[in-house]
């Protein structure tokens, strides 16, 4: 069965400082991978999302992800933090079958330092 | 447009009342779907319609009834509220069933059961 781990519930970066929170799917094909952000009080918003091609994506707001299926990991990128990054961060990946649902991993909440 | 909208924002019911979760999308959207959201859970899909008249379960259904009258609406019922059901519920829609990849999310209900 799908499934998609964020290994880490809290990470606190300092301001400007880079970023990187993990994300380790499990799947047997190809899979279709996101990253949500959810803003405190906010529904999700799409960060990126990788199909094919090529294994770097580029997103909103400054992110990026790097998709390495050796590794089964899918972590998502940025070079300098601001203030308004903070939020929890959803990795999931699209169960590709009726439904089409999309299985979320139990997020990853970002704090920033000033 | 306005998206995905959804009502109300904030609900307390007591043990054994029923409601009406609303859901609305004005970008005539076939696929829409129900998430909740629980702590270090991330978000578990409850149902989802790929389109008028057509529904099915997802992850966790139990407890929750919906239906898809027209495109637009997708409202989800709760028959009879119990304590576990407390929890901030997401309704979410696509274009199409193929393309839930990008789903956009309404700002949700956060629901508390007493």
């Known amino acids: 069965a799908q499934s998609v781990t964020q290994p880490d519930i809290h990470i606190t970066v300092s301001e400007g400082a880079s970023l990187e929170l993990r994300c380790n799917y499990s799947?047997?094909?190809?899979?279709?991978l996101f990253w949500y952000v959810q803003s405190p009080g906010q529904g999700l918003q799409l960060l990126l999302k990788?199909?094919?091609?090529?294994?770097l994506v580029q997103g909103i707001k400054g992110f990026e992800a790097e998709f390495k299926r050796s590794q089964s990991s899918f972590n998502l990128r940025k070079p300098s933090v601001h203030w308004s990054d903070a939020a929890e961060y959803f990795c999931?990946?699209?169960?590709?079958?009726?439904?089409?649902?999309?299985?979320f991993g139990s997020g990853t909440r970002l704090l920033v330092r000033p | 447009n306005a998206g995905v909208t959804q009502t109300p924002k904030f609900q307390v019911l007591k043990t054994g009342q029923s409601m009406t979760l609303q859901c609305a999308q004005d970008?005539?959207?076939?696929?829409m779907s129900w998430y909740r959201q629980d702590p270090g859970m991330g978000l578990r899909l409850i149902h989802y319609?790929?389109?008028?008249?057509?529904?099915d379960q997802g992850e966790v259904p139990n407890g929750y009834n919906v239906s898809r009258s027209t495109t637009e609406d997708f409202p989800l019922r709760l028959l009879s509220a119990a304590p576990s059901q407390t929890s901030v519920y997401f309704c979410?829609?696509?274009?199409?069933?193929?393309?839930?990849?990008?789903?956009?999310f309404g700002p949700g209900t956060r629901l508390t059961v007493l």
């Open positions: 970008m005539n959207h076939e696929y």
């Open positions: 979410a829609s696509s274009y199409k069933r193929e393309s839930a990849d990008t789903q956009y």
């Open positions: 799947y047997g094909a190809t899979p279709y």
């Open positions: 990788y199909f094919s091609g090529d294994t």
């Open positions: 999931a990946v699209v169960r590709m079958d009726s439904s089409y649902k999309l299985i």
């Open positions: 319609s790929v389109g008028a008249g057509i529904t």
